[in-house]
């Protein structure tokens, strides 16, 4: 299985002032700081290398998760460093860590989906890159992906169009060539990274079924709170 990448380096300004004290990772979600929920879910998954792209209150998550031992994971730290690069600036300078090809989770992202099923996926699609996509119709969030005929023939985050009905599930797979362009320190949104894939017929797509969940916004918070009382109840 391929290590995942968490991009859990973000302000988290939407959370405040929950996020003015501790780094949105290490919000309380049910009685587990959420960073531990991502962690023991992919633990599940048979992953067993996680890196962390950390950056505001970084310190704060490696203090709480350590090296992973206790969630059956090897679990690695790559910082920022004095400003903040962005998801795909973030990716860039851990690729030392990742190798040649990783997982890429949003750190303040849970899906319930099957790990092993998107990397065969991967394999098997001869891309770069493979996004995870979910039929969304504005549901969940701006609808951020168009797709036809099974395939995903535009990614665009900035520019939604009304025939855009499906949106970027959270998960996706890459190899490290698609980042490798470009200085070490460079500011970097991965979105951007995605839209000249997708413009570039290199971006494929796995499409899910099953919701996300997130903590990015007060309404996703108890959303996730009350999923998580629910699966631990069972």
């Known amino acids: 299985m ?7 380096g973000g302000l988290a300004t939407r959370m405040r002032p929950i996020t003015e004290k501790i780094p949105k990772a290490l919000i ?17 998954q048979k992953v067993s290398s996680v890196v962390l792209c950390v950056g505001y209150l970084g310190e704060m998550i490696r203090d709480e998760i350590g090296d992973g031992a206790r969630f059956g994971l090897k679990v690695s730290y790559s910082f920022d460093g004095e400003k903040l690069l962005g998801t795909g600036g973030a990716l860039r300078r851990a ?9 890429v989770l949003y750190g303040d992202s849970f899906l319930p989906v099957e790990f092993a099923e998107i990397a065969e996926s991967f394999r098997a699609c001869g891309q770069p890159a493979l996004m995870t996509v979910l039929e969304n119709a504005g549901r969940w969030d701006r609808s951020n992906v168009l797709m036809r005929d099974g395939r995903l023939v535009e990614y665009n985050k900035a520019a939604a169009r009304p ?15 698609a980042l490798q362009a470009g ?25 899910v ?18 999923y998580f009382k629910g699966t631990d109840a069972t």
Do not use: C, M, N, W
Not at 28 to 35: E, I, R, S
Not at 163 to 177: C, Q, R, V
């Open 95 to 103: 690729l030392p860590l990742l190798g040649d090809v990783f997982f």
């Open 2 to 8: 391929p290590p995942v990448a968490i991009l859990a």
């Open 209 to 226: 079924k099953e919701r996300f969940y997130e903590i990015g916004s007060p309404e996703g918070l108890a959303e996730t709170i009350h």
């Open 28 to 44: 309380d979600v049910a009685g587990k700081p959420f960073v531990a929920r991502q962690l023991e879910y992919l633990a599940r």
């Open 183 to 207: 200085p070490d320190d460079a500011v970097l949104d991965l979105a951007e990274i995605y839209h000249r894939l997708s413009l570039g017929g290199q971006l494929a797509a796995y499409t």
């Open 163 to 177: 025939d855009f009905t499906f949106i970027d599930y959270g998960l996706g797979l890459l190899k490290a060539e």
